[in-house]
């Protein structure tokens, strides 16, 4: 089981951005120090409250800062931004980590980016599914063109090549219906999210992923399955119900509203209709979920013995092969209870995992 934990360099109500990004460097120290496996950065822009929006700069960043921790993109957007760039920045962070690197890889469902960018949402599968095979054929280090509906290359040769041979670890993350089948066709790794389904959603569209990958005459019957998932730890039950209900309830009220606004910032899947019948159904879901089945079904959250009992019943149900843990959810928890979080997250669960 590979432990990773999330950051979105959340900026505290009354902080700065300068702060936020001194709190999640605060956390990478951490992570380094306590024996966590993976940091994940999201893509955000045009977000004051979340100015993550050139995630592959900040896994450099990491990169030099560490010497074992390995960083990955949960994940980067691939239609937004050329893929012969992409290819570069992110073979340039795979060399200067020494292989400690991956790469998820989705589309988002952040209209407004798509928009201000100039990008119509609706090219938005089709141009990530040119970006990705460019971007795979670049890293070969050689010579190549390619003429597609958006991009036009011809005779490139991107530099540096990854370290990673032939290139590094890809996950296509899966956050609609329609995707899980289509990732497993393509026989990638799938990267997961309990925000806008919980887990007996994921399991029941776990099962189109694998019968694809099957379908597909992929080995075996799918690839590596990592999930992102709020999480917190506490001494006692009590202490971590209580003590993480005030981030949890914002966090997902927070998603409730992005949903009652139509802000699609997942990727549901579909025609502009189908869309915004999703985010409805989603909206409705979470405006009826209590707190208690809030932590039933969409969050994990107890004392090490109750989260490894957890990570054992997500790893029966998904396959689970790993996690990207977000620790602080709804921005409001202190910097030592995140802290403290991830200390007995390394030290007490993670052993029962290795």
Known sequence: MNFGAFLDFATRQGGTQASSFREAFDMVDLAEETGLDTIWLGETHFNANRPISAPL??????????????????VQVLPLISPLRIAEEAATVDQISQGRFEMGVGRSGNVRAYEAMGIP????????????DIILEAWKGKPFSYQGQFNQIDNATVTPEPFHKPH???RLASTGE?????????????FLSMRGMDVNDLERNMKEYHRAWRAAGHPGNGGDISVRIPMYLSTT???????ARETIEAFFTRMRQRYEQ???EEGAGGTAAERAAALKKRAERLAQMTYEEILETRVICGTP????????????KLGLTGFAAEL?????????AVQRSMRLLTDEVMPAFK
């Open 237 to 243: 039950e009590e202490g971590a119900v209580e003590e």
């Open 328 to 336: 602080n959810p709804g921005g409001l928890l202190p910097p030592e």
């Open 57 to 74: 700069v900040v896994a450099s960043a990491i990169a030099t800062r560490t010497k074992r921790l390995r960083v990955g993109m949960a």
């Open 121 to 132: 949402y609706e090219e938005s599968r089709e141009r990530f599914q040119e970006a990705l």
């Open 262 to 264: 139509g802000r699609d």
């Open 305 to 316: 013995e109750n989260v490894i009992d957890r990570l054992k019943q997500f790893q029966e």
């Open 178 to 190: 329609d995707s899980f089948a289509r990732v497993g066709r393509l026989g990638f790794p799938i």
């Open 168 to 170: 590094p670890p890809i």
